[in-house]
């Protein structure tokens, strides 16, 4: 079976963003437009030659069409054998565990995350590294200049291959083997946490939880671990089939997409502990009973208590938090002598931390946590680690967070997400503050004075590589910051975040509503970001 070179033309704006290529379905569908980016990895990429491929993807739209091009490609490129999940399915720390444990030379990871998914809606594509990590800046900084000079692909022609058995064939000169998705994540899983003790948690008869997988890849992970090996009963995994469009949904485990599960934490017959995770696996959201952790807490919580799991029960040797996540993991940080390193957004600027041993623990305020055992955040493993701590405290969520502000304080923290608002606007908002940086030290804004401004940027304190412009930060001498960031995971226009944040020691002030307690620091953002005057809109869509 020969390849055949398909001749084609670049085109414009196949550069990966944050985490990957991500565009509507139908641009992906245009004849060559995948193709040609899969073409940018293999020429960029020559290990795979002759290498080992994982292929996989969240269930979404396009999901499987795109799984038949790659693995033509991929034979026709030299790849020696393709480990691909079971009906196409991969969650993305899966991909990672899976790369890591049978030492492929990378993998290709079909999602767009926590972005809707339908005929109508969104596709991504990203390359991660032998590392089991997204590929950091100089690899997707070398895909994206080859797709623009690009005027062929390989491919094959083969029929569709069938992906919902296990077991291993040829595909050309290449073997293709199908894989349970699930088993050797679960096998990671078991290795890190006290499942007999979360077993008996379970088995206790006083403690009530549901994990909402939002019709999204977790499904199976949760089902397989939670129900069938940790004893929870059926139906404790809600929504756990995945569907091509999530049902409908907005696969973003966050108070405003998950609203079924908030609810059931409601009241006086609230569930002691609800969990979610997103479209390709490796974001989650914690709640207790009429209790909301934000992930800026559970990244400290976690690195506070990691001691009593098996697999952290040596301690851990640093941390790392993005720069717009909350300080609060500083605390802790500072109190147990380790490392504490703020990045830009992105989990792959964690990648070389976590490589060099220098961090075990690491997290985004946007719903992700992680730590060394792959190189992806990854949502099922924040949950078990969660049930890990409550079937050894024996407290409630609750109290575990309040015992923790009492030992390190509360970082009041939000994040107020305007979505799809125009790019030009958006960007002459960022401009405005640019112009206004040097000016801002030493101003008092509203009870507020500044100490510090600056368009964050950071030196990899292991390879030494630059990333400038990475979002605005304002610091006051009382502790407090806000920062002004656009995202990179959206398709349309542009999402200008806001996150502010505020340290309070004393322990009586510590249960104010967020909203309010964060008043003057919001009125402080809107003014002098000229939000509503820039970006049209009068408020936030999102609160986080």
Known sequence: MEPRIIATTPFEGQRPGTSGLRKKVKVFQQPHYLENFVQAIFDTQPELNGGVLAVGGDGRFYNREAIQVILRMAAANGVRKTLVGRGGIFSTPAVSCVIRKYKTQGGIVLSASHNPGGPDEDFGIKFNSANGGPAPESVTNAIFERTCTLDRYLTLDAPALDLDHDGSFLLGAMEVVVMDPVSDYAALMESLFDFNAIHQLFNSGIFRMRFDAMHAVTGPYAVAILENRLGAAPGTVMNAIPLEDFGGGHPDPNLAHAKELVALTEGSDGLDFGAASDGDGDRNMILGKNFFVTPSDSLAVLAANAHLTPGYKTG???????????????????????????????????????????ITLCGEESFGTGSDHVREKDGLWAVLFWLNLLAMRQQSVADIVSDHWRRFGRNYYTRHDYEGVDLAGAEGLMDHLRILLPELPGRKLGDQTVSYADDFAYTDPIDGSVSKQQGIRLGFESGARIVFRLSGTGTEGATLRVYLEFYEPDPTRHHRETQEAMAPLILIARELGQIEARTGRGEPDVVT
């Open 316 to 358: 851990i040797r640093g941390i790392a938090r993005s720069m717009p996540t909350s300080q609060a993991a500083d605390r802790v940080a500072e109190q147990m002598g380790v490392e504490c390193f703020e990045t830009p957004t992105g989990w792959k600027f964690f990648g070389n931390l976590l490589d060099a041993g220098r």
